[in-house]
């Protein structure tokens, strides 16, 4: 297999898949969105809340707030070796105590891991009234999204690399010239795709010719976009998620060796 990098940043990649099938790749898309552990908040311990918002309502907001952390440093709950009775290997606590009149925001979360805290310090939580109060202790620990949303680690879109097909009567430049700019461009007198994901976009474009030129999805390259919904960067989600495919592999064929 091949892979291409057409677009990396802390939170965003953009990258192609060659030499894969229909079903590897759905499967990695799939592990990007729920099978990658995720740190969020699981459970509140309100000692105040005399906010805008009821218990519930707050537990959710928090629940949801992205977290930023070292997914290699942490272990499952069931799996530390605690338990599952909470330690610093499976759990980070955050602490909120404020005062009104005013806002609440994610950067009021103090937390007894530095290395763990909210991915932006601007979201916010709730409204105090004058002499209000608000003090409570939040739980986190890791998770899966196919267990719960506020776990799901990506946005993870994978189509088939667009194949395009002409007759011989239109030219190469016709075809890169009804796109948009930056979708095609020409490569003597070639097609090269820029953007694979909008020439999918703009396949309509191609009406124009009446059928003489057509879009076809490739079944063995891929294109992939993944946007990072959590505190992990968009290529470790990628790598973990890969890790996790291949694991999953091996363990169906040592089980399917014993049959």
């Known amino acids: 297999m091949k892979i291409n990098v057409l677009e990396n940043s802390d939170y965003k990649i953009k990258f192609t898949l060659e030499g894969a099938g229909v079903g590897f790749a759905n499967a990695l898309r799939r592990t990007m969105i729920s099978g990658v552990p995720t740190m969020a908040i699981d459970w509140v311990d309100f000692q105040f809340n005399e906010g805008a918002l009821f218990d519930e309502m707050l537990a959710h907001r928090l629940g949801l707030i ?55 310090d601007n979201i916010p939580i709730t409204e105090i009234g004058h002499e209000k ?3 409570l202790e939040a739980f986190a620990h890791l998770g899966f999204g196919k267990d719960h949303a506020k776990n799901q680690a990506a946005i993870a879109v994978c189509i088939g690399y667009p194949l395009i097909e002409k007759d011989s009567g239109i030219s190469a430049k016709q075809i890169v010239d009804a796109f948009p700019k930056g979708v095609l461009k020409l490569s003597g007198t070639s097609i090269e795709i820029v953007d694979p994901f909008k020439v999918d976009e703009f396949r309509d474009v191609l009406d124009k010719f009446k059928g003489k030129a057509k879009i076809k999805a490739s079944d063995s390259k891929f294109a992939f976009n993944v946007e990072s919904v959590c505190g992990m960067r968009a290529q470790d989600i990628v790598l973990e998620a890969s890790k996790r495919v291949g694991k999953k592999a091996v363990e169906f064929k040592d089980l399917a060796s014993k049959l």
């Open 133 to 135: 109060n608000v003090k």
């Open 66 to 120: 992205p977290l930023k952390f070292d997914y290699t440093k942490f272990n499952m709950l069931n799996e530390c070796e605690c338990g599952g009775k909470g330690c610093p290997l499976c759990e980070v606590v955050f602490v909120i105590n404020r005062k009104g009149p005013g806002a609440v925001y994610s950067g009021d979360m103090k937390s007894t891991n530095k290395e763990v805290k909210p991915l932006y």
